[in-house]
């Protein structure tokens, strides 16, 4: 049971995780052609690999904390549905505020690149 009741957290932490990482994208990542800054990259590959080392052993103590008793895991069940939901919400309220999801703009076609028109 434990094992099953491990997979199910860590299913639940990732789903919560990459809601929470694509709340607030706009544009499909990797689809739209950005200048990268070196400085912004490093320092971002920097901070998160600092969260994920810190956040890596937490999760790990979350979950033997939540499989050592049947009421632990239904409070991390309760915390992580109640924050899913939350989620959720701020994503509707964020689409009902914003056009969609834009992908990166056409190139212009060979006729114009040409001139032949």
Known sequence: MASFASVLLNLAFAVVGIDLVLLNFERIPFTYRVQPDSRKMVMRFVLALVGFL????????LET???????HYAILAAGITAG??????????NERDSTGLSF????PSEFQLLKLT
């Open 54 to 61: 810190m956040l890596a052993p937490f999760l790990a103590w």
């Open 65 to 71: 904390w939540a499989t050592a008793r049947w009421w």
């Open 104 to 107: 990166e703009e056409r190139a």
């Open 84 to 93: 899913w939901f939350d989620l959720r919400r701020r994503r509707r309220a």
